[in-house]
T-cell receptor, first 112, second 113 residues
Framework: DGGITQSPKYLFRKEGQNVTLSCEQNLNHDAMYWYRQDPGQGLRLIYYSQIVNDFQKGDIAEGYSVSREKKESFPLTVTSAQKNPTAFYLC???????????FGEGSWLTVV | GQQVMQIPQYQHVQEGEDFTTYCNSSTTLSNIQWYKQRPGGHPVFLIQLVKSGEVKKQKRLTFQFGEAKKNSSLHITATQTTDVGTYFCATGGSGGGADGLTFGKGTHLIIQP
């Protein structure tokens, strides 16, 4: 089954802790992305990667980190420096030459 | 980066009525894409428009790209309960799209049976 798999779907974090959200794709896409969604805010780009071992900051990268060691994987770490991390996180991918983005099912992160 | 503004933020319609959402930009856009997100789900690609004045149809959905490539619209004819969700417009970055799309805030479509 081709697609983008995000895990976990729900995650609770204590303040001061780092958490890592997993994103794996088997679509053979070169580009991968992380978006954050808050109510009424639409989707905002956190980080993106066009190729393995390379990634760029998006509009709201502060308090987040990523790695791209494999083409299939683009994990996102939400660090303790992120002031308001409670949100819905969406991973996505696309072919580099095209614009259409395919999303995973998302991960809900709640800080308790 | 490029920004797109969507209106309205919320739209309540009776089932069977038409629905339109608008996407506007102050700058010329290279392309516009539309996505639908069902409640509790993730955004799903609907269509991409790239040409000035382009019109595309998908069953009851009609998508338009303005002549100046600064605005776009999505029109749904005779809404059904399956149309419920949030509709987003998005535009590609200057890097050909692989540097991420910029999304509007979305229009929430609420349908009353």
């Amino acid at each position: 089954d081709g697609g983008i798999t995000q895990s976990p779907k729900y995650l609770f974090r204590k303040e001061g802790q780092n958490v890592t959200l997993s994103c794996e794709q088997n679509l053979n896409h070169d580009a991968m992305y992380w978006y954050r969604q808050d109510p009424g805010q639409g989707l905002r780009l956190i980080y993106y990667s066009q190729i393995v071992n390379d990634f760029q900051k998006g509009d709201i990268a502060e308090g987040y980190s990523v790695s791209r060691e494999k083409k299939e994987s683009f994990p996102l770490t939400v660090t303790s420096a992120q002031k308001n991390p409670t949100a819905f996180y969406l991973c996505a991918s696309s072919v580099v030459s095209g614009n259409t983005i395919y999303f995973g099912e998302g991960s809900w992160l709640t800080v308790v | 980066g490029q920004q797109v503004m969507q209106i309205p933020q919320y739209q309540h319609v009776q089932e069977g009525e038409d629905f339109t959402t608008y996407c506007n930009s102050s700058t010329t856009l290279s392309n516009i894409q539309w996505y639908k997100q069902r409640p509790g789900g993730h955004p799903v690609f609907l269509i991409q428009l790239v040409k000035s004045g382009e019109v595309k149809k998908q069953k009851r959905l009609t998508f338009q790209f303005g002549e100046a490539k600064k605005n776009s619209s999505l029109h749904i004819t005779a809404t059904q309960t399956t149309d419920v969700g949030t509709y987003f417009c998005a535009t590609g970055g200057s890097g050909g799209g692989a540097d991420g799309l910029t999304f509007g805030k979305g229009t929430h479509l609420i349908i009353q049976p």
